[in-house]
């Protein structure tokens, strides 16, 4: 396996010990690393934040301000279709959308596919942000085309305007050199910091 070996020691009522060896080359150059924005690509972007809990709403609200975006906050599913209905009337879309995964009545998977069946609500990524990973949550993004999923205490870590994929065509076609610039740096698809699936 892999130029190497595997094998298993045990004694009963002792327990046991597993070993492996592994031939592996060194690698040449240093991985590349995530190019993260600066925050005057980041600035005007318009962010809708979904999440029942008022502190976490709070704490992304002002991350998105500091870096120079336009965050609304919400609390719930139903008010953050209100939201971007009247964002979308108003001839001014979200370019991104920030989903809590585990609200009541409406979590965020359930909003991602109202979203998703009226794609002129949002100009840009949906990005699922969540206390806990669950099993399946990777799987369950990758199907509703959210473009990212993170655990909350991961989003201090690093700008995500990075992740909106989603953006390139519109921005480009509505001749917005700096978001379209922005959106050409995307992501792959709901790149998953934790929750397995």
């Not at 998703?116 to 699922?128: H, Q």
């Not at 921005?171 to 699936?197: I, Q, V, W, Y």
Request: proline share 5%; with cysteine; aromatic share 4%.
């Amino acid at each position: 396996m892999m130029g190497g070996a595997i094998w298993m020691e045990s004694q009963p009522g002792q327990g046991s010990k597993f070993h492996f060896t592994l031939r592996l080359a060194l690698q040449d150059a240093p991985a590349p690393r995530a190019e993260l924005l600066q925050s005057e690509e980041l600035r005007g972007l318009r962010a809708l934040i979904v999440d029942d809990n008022l502190t976490h709403r709070t704490v992304l609200t002002g991350m998105l301000t500091r870096w120079g975006m336009q965050p609304t906050a919400v609390e719930g599913g139903q008010a953050a279709l209100e939201a971007l209905e009247i964002a979308k009337s108003n001839a001014h879309p979200y370019h991104m959308v920030l989903l809590d995964g585990q609200m009541p009545e409406m979590d965020g998977f359930a909003l991602a596919e109202l979203i998703r069946k009226d794609p002129a609500l949002v100009s840009g990524a949906i990005m699922m942000v969540t206390s806990a990973g669950r099993l399946g949550d990777a799987a369950r993004c990758r199907e509703l085309g959210i473009s990212t999923y993170l655990l909350k205490t991961h989003l201090a870590k690093r700008p995500f305007a990075s992740d909106i994929e989603s953006n390139k065509k519109r921005t480009a076609a509505e001749g917005s050199a700096d978001h379209a610039a922005l959106a050409a740096r995307g992501t792959k698809p709901c790149t998953c910091s934790s929750g397995g699936g």
